[in-house]
C-alpha cells in the first residue's frame, strides 16, 4: 500500500511561484511511475507531469518551461516547482503513482493523493 499526501497549495498572484510537495508513506522502490495531475473547475482531471522509473521527467505541453518536478533520493517526497503562475493554472493538483507509464499518463494509477489546491488570482 502507498499513501500520498500532497501540501504546499495556496494562493498566488499571477507571475508567482509555489512547490507542491507530496509524501510518499514508503519507498517505491523505483517500481513506480510517479505524476502530478490537476482539476480544474469545472474541467476533466489532466495530466500534468511525471517522474518515470528512470529518474527522467515529462510535462504537459500547457507547463512546459514553467514546472519542474522531481523527487528526494530517498524516493519519499516528490516535488513540483510552479514558476510564472497562471490564472489558468487554478485547480486542485493531485499526486499520483502507477505501475506503468501508460497508466500514470492516461489517469488510471493505483494511488492517488487527496489533492491540494492552488489559486492564482490575477
Known amino acids: 500500500q502507498v499513501q500520498l499526501v500532497e501540501s504546499g497549495g495556496g494562493l498566488v498572484q499571477a507571475g508567482g511561484s509555489l512547490r507542491l510537495s507530496c509524501a510518499v508513506s514508503?519507498?517505491?522502490?523505483?517500481?513506480?511511475?510517479m505524476g502530478w495531475f490537476r482539476q480544474r473547475p469545472s474541467k476533466e482531471r489532466e495530466f500534468v507531469a511525471a517522474l518515470w522509473n528512470t529518474g527522467a521527467t515529462d510535462y504537459a505541453d500547457f507547463v512546459r518551461g514553467r514546472f519542474t518536478m522531481s523527487g528526494d533520493n530517498a524516493g519519499n517526497t516528490l516535488y513540483l516547482q510552479m514558476n510564472n503562475l497562471e490564472p489558468d493554472d487554478t485547480a486542485t493538483y493531485y499526486c499520483t503513482a502507477a505501475r506503468t507509464s501508460q497508466k500514470l499518463v492516461s489517469g488510471q494509477g493505483e494511488y492517488w493523493g487527496q489533492g491540494t489546491q492552488v489559486t492564482v488570482s490575477s
Open positions: 514508503r519507498q517505491t522502490d523505483r517500481l513506480y511511475a
